[in-house]
């Protein structure tokens, strides 16, 4: 049960937020659609009821689309653009292929339709490219319909054709692994051939040219979906400013000039944030979320706090200048840090995703320490201008970062905190974010959350185990130079 689920909005429009520039970017691969089946009209290669047919059924995947989109939990407009110029471009190619010969009706088996799955999976996730598969698929039968292939079978060979390319194809990243599935692939092309060609079987069929024909142009096919896929792939990712895992693994390293800047000018930040990235993606993986994300978005999560290092405890190193500013100024200069961090990682162009959590990350959570200290001076001080101004974490990978940037810093102000007492600790702030409603955007499920408070406490537990104290005369034997 979701301790609180987004609003959702009637149907699929949110008339009052609604972005017609997105929804014009969404629409424009069924629109694409819609122009190639009046062109192939216009050649007289289709009927005026199957111009219409072809029309509705546009039409009819878009509105469906666009409802899938909405369910979509993390939706940007990155997505949309990636969607329509990679749907656009599959419709494009297939429109060309058709033209090359259309009396020749075993063309389509020419079709590179993989790698438009293969990528959607890649930029966008593994369910938004099984279901626009299935559109792709529809699509393909109207513009190979003048080509006298049965047009079941054309919508059965392009959607098992990107069925089995998204199962098959884990990393596109590896070669050797993309080899090894493009014949994956492949075989199941000559499958589908040999069952298709099973309705006029013969002694002769595996002579005849068209068979022949069939299994080149299938070869053909998954050699163009490759170079298509390893070639866009860049482009988009540059392009687009999209979020993939090759582009995560580029900003965890830590040469980057971001992460360089709080290492040397915040150490004490620096080591903190790796500790939370550990928890972060541990949490993460423990509930099925993205753990590589929430390790990436921890490293930059508190790089504001370069800006102002020494105004940080965890970069203090006895004198705190803290205990000389009135707390209403001590809360104004922490309280600014998540959105000074959001600022760096815009000016250093990193991916939205990440500026996001960086945003979220204190939700609107209370500065207890401060706020209470200025109501020891004035009782009747006000609590929202203690509080972080959000917005609260809106996916689960911010909402396991807010915990573990909370849990990170209370765990480690104490010298040898017991199992129990960690436990303790991790359950209170874990409780007080519940109370405080800062998880009611995150779709986090209860089960989940009783999850991350066990992944984190054994976490804990590893790092900061009871060690063994060694007597002194064995302690000099194991030091350098020692007898």
Known sequence: MNLAKKQKTLFFVNFKNINIYNILTLFMTPTVFIGLMVIQYFQQYMTVNE????????????VLLRIEIHNQPNWYSQETITFSFLGSGMLLIM??????????????????IAAFSILIKYF????????????MAVFGSFLFIATDFGMWQLFIYLLLSQWFAVFMFESIK?????????????SV??????????????????????????????????????????GILPLIEAGFNMLTESKLLSLSNPNHPLLRKVLVEAPGTYQHSVMVANLSESACESIGANGLLARVAAYYHDVGKALKPHMFIENQSGHNPHDSLPPEDSARIILQHPYDSAQLLKEYGLPQEIIDIAEQHHGTTLLKY??????????????????????????????????????????????????????????????????DGQFNDSD??????????????????????????????????LMPGGH
């Not at 429109?95 to 590179?112: R, S």
Request: aromatic content about 10%; charged content about 20%; hydrophobic content about 50%.
């Open 124 to 135: 966008i996730n593994e369910r938004f490219a099984l279901i626009s598969s299935v559109m």
């Open 174 to 186: 590896d070669r050797k692994t993309l080899l090894k599935t493009s014949t994956s692939l492949l």
């Open 444 to 477: 986090l499920t209860i089960h989940e959350v009783l999850t991350i408070e066990k992944n984190i406490c054994d976490m804990l537990n590893g790092i900061f185990h009871a060690r063994i104290e060694y007597p002194k005369d064995n302690m000099m034997h």
């Open 189 to 230: 092309h000559f499958v589908l051939i040999v069952i298709f060609e099973l309705r006029t079987w013969s002694t002769w069929t595996m002579m005849s040219s068209d068979f022949i024909l069939s299994l080149v142009f299938s070869m053909v096919s998954v050699l163009f979906a490759v170079i298509l896929t390893l």
């Open 95 to 112: 429109f060309a292929i058709q033209a090359i010969d259309i009396d020749l009706p075993i063309i389509f088996y020419m079709t590179p």
């Open 51 to 62: 111009l219409l047919m072809a029309i509705s059924v546009g039409l009819l995947l878009g």
């Open 370 to 435: 401060f706020y209470y200290k200025a109501k020891e001076r004035n009782s009747k001080v006000q609590e929202s201008t203690f509080r972080y101004k959000g917005p609260i974490p809106q996916t689960k990978e911010a909402a396991i970062i807010n915990i573990c940037d909370s849990v990170e810093a209370a765990v480690r102000s104490k010298t040898q905190p017991t199992n129990e007492e960690i436990k303790q600790i991790v359950r209170s702030i874990i409780n007080d974010r519940l109370m």
